[in-house]
């Protein structure tokens, strides 16, 4: 296996965090060693040798590195906040169409928890605008996972049985499978946050959680970030992960009351303190 250190050399190279790794290391550590195995590369040192001119390889790397840890419905508080607030306000001030992007989206579990509560909206009548939804993230596995949208039971434990009922149906003993429904309309995108640029703009509402400000070092945040705040429309709501806050510097962003992890973009100042 690999050791701590030379796993860390490896985030390093990548610019990537060892506190954001520290306590999901065992997973990608398996995976890296996994690679080199398969590859023929007998240390660590080497690996980072040929990943200097083996484009193919530094991407295997970079691949081994993910994490797709998620749930349906992560963080409750921040669901209800959203269904109850957040989506019934965007909906009175954003026109005939509500545009929403899930950045570093893994496996989906947020793409379809969110399309369950629009679809729900849609229901009750509370909403009457189309929903532009784009799900993107760097690991083209991880979409293709998620446009199959069959998962475990564990990624349900947050989901209420009527929601289980409603949106799910069985797939074998331990897997169960989103319905249709919650497929359709949805725009998949191989797309890397820390590097390129936002796939469209005039966001509504971007979710940020868990992947940027968790993974990555501070020179890598600092442009990501900027780049997904500058899509964002005015007035329009970031959200981040429970245990993230944007990167050092001033930003056209108000922490929301109702949830300390919800942002809602201003109008940036000169003087913005």
């Known amino acids: 296996m690999i050791h701590d250190a030379d796993f860390q050399r490896v985030l390093q190279a990548f610019g990537l965090l060892w506190r954001g790794y520290r306590k999901v290391r065992k997973g990608a550590k398996r995976r890296l060693y996994a690679l080199m195995q398969a590859r023929g590369v007998a240390s660590v040192s080497d690996l980072l040798e040929r990943c200097l001119w083996d484009g193919a390889l530094s991407e295997d790397v970079r691949r081994a590195l993910a994490v797709s840890i998620s749930r349906f419905f992560r963080d409750q508080e921040l669901w209800h906040v959203l269904e109850t607030h957040v989506l019934p306000g965007i909906v009175g001030w954003s026109g005939n169409t509500v545009r929403v992007w899930s950045a570093g989206c893994a496996r989906g579990e947020e793409v379809y928890s969110l399309k369950m509560l629009w679809h729900e909206q849609v229901a009750l009548g509370v909403v009457r605008a189309k929903l ?7 690991h083209c596995r991880f979409l293709e996972a998620a446009q199959r949208g069959v998962y475990q039971r564990s990624s349900l434990n947050e989901v209420s049985a009527e929601r289980q009922a409603a949106w799910f149906h069985e797939r074998g003993v331990e897997c169960v499978a989103v319905c249709d429904g919650l497929k359709e309309g949805i725009l998949w995108r191989c797309h890397d946050v820390s590097v390129d640029a936002p796939p469209a703009r005039g966001f509504h509402l971007v979710f940020l959680r868990n992947n940027l400000l968790t993974y990555y070092a501070p020179a890598v945040q600092q442009k990501a ?6 899509s964002l429309e005015e007035g329009g709501f970031l959200v981040l992960g429970r245990r993230e806050k944007p990167p050092m ?16 973009k201003v109008p940036f100042l000169s003087d913005f303190s």
């Open 132 to 138: 532009e939804l784009w799900a993107t993230d760097f």
């Open 225 to 230: 970030f900027a780049a997904v705040v500058d």
């Open 249 to 264: 510097g001033l930003w056209p962003l108000i922490s929301c009351a109702a949830d300390s992890h919800l942002f809602r």
